[in-house]
Nanobody, 122 residues
Framework: QVQLVESGGGLVQAGGSLRLSCAATGRTFSSYHMGWFRQAPGKEREFVARIGSSGVIRGYADSVKGRFTVSRDNAKNTVYLEMNRLSPDDTAVYYC???????????????WGQGTQVTVSS
């Protein structure tokens, strides 16, 4: 039983940066793998990044690799997504997710936040 709340979204110019946060409830946060997904208007939800429960293993979609960094602070029950060199193609609602599997597939996650809007202007 986990509740997730994203924050940190907003409007940013192309080339800029944002850091998203996902705050989780629950004493067992450290046992969950975490993922970041995004969904743009008219498009399917897509995988962005994932991080294992211990924070050691990380993975990224090809479209963001080298620009985005996922991290977590288990003591604060929080996962982060640092986004750099943003482009209009990154405009989407960003969601964090928690699950028992270290996966890129959205349907394999168990809990989801409400999302936070990221808009990148050109």
């Amino acid at each position: 039983q986990v509740q997730l709340v994203e924050s940190g979204g907003g409007l940013v110019q192309a080339g800029g940066s944002l850091r998203l946060s996902c705050a989780a409830t629950g004493r067992t946060f450290s046992s969950y793998h975490m993922g970041w997904f995004r969904q743009a208007p008219g498009k399917e939800r897509e995988f962005v990044a994932r991080i294992g429960s211990s924070g050691v293993i990380r993975g990224y979609a090809d479209s963001v690799k080298g620009r985005f960094t996922v991290s977590r602070d288990n003591a604060k029950n929080t996962v982060y997504l640092e986004m750099n060199r943003l482009s209009p193609d990154d405009t989407a609602v960003y969601y964090c997710a928690a699950g028992r599997l270290f996966t890129t597939i959205s349907g394999q996650y168990d809990y989801w936040g409400q999302g936070t809007q990221v808009t990148v202007s050109s």
